[in-house]
């Protein structure tokens, strides 16, 4: 069987856990060191990454995986609370990059994600993922 290109291609990205939907840029690496950096910096005032210890916003602990508006204790905006969202990392990097455009009507403080680059948004990513 003679495999086309686009084919190849399609099968690669989806060996990578990238998929078909996933953005024409290049992925970007994260590195958890960094993402502490960020997380400190950026987050922390506002999230806890201790289960059941909310702040200003939920507990970022295990998020990844987690349906949006279910921790329990946090008053959530309605608009998020009913989005169906489940937080994966695609989702929580455009969330981060644009809250108000994935979610109009949240309350996420970040109207553009601030001033956070991609590799910040990896480096947090990477850095959640860690931290259970």
């Known amino acids: ?3 086309t290109p686009p084919l190849l291609l ?3 990205l989806c060996a990578l856990g990238l998929g078909l939907a996933a953005p024409a840029r290049a992925a970007v690496a994260g590195r958890a060191d960094a993402g502490s950096d960020v997380y400190d910096s950026e ?3 506002c999230h806890s990454l201790h289960a059941g210890k909310n702040k200003k916003g939920p507990s970022l602990a295990a998020v990844t995986g ?5 921790v329990p204790g946090y008053k959530y905006s309605d608009a ?3 989005s169906g ?3 994966t990392p695609e989702k929580l990097a455009a969330y981060i990059a644009a809250p108000k455009k994935v979610v109009p009507g949240g309350k996420m403080k970040y ?3 601030g001033d956070l680059t991609a590799q910040d948004i990896a480096d947090l990513l990477a850095f959640l993922k860690g931290a259970h």
């Not at 987690?66 to 279910?70: L, N, V």
């Open 66 to 70: 987690r349906t949006a508006g279910t």
């Open 80 to 82: 998020l609370a009913h």
């Open 1 to 3: 069987m003679h495999i």
């Open 10 to 12: 399609a099968g690669a």
């Open 85 to 87: 969202i489940v937080w």
């Open 111 to 113: 109207d553009d994600g």
């Open 43 to 45: 987050c922390a005032e």
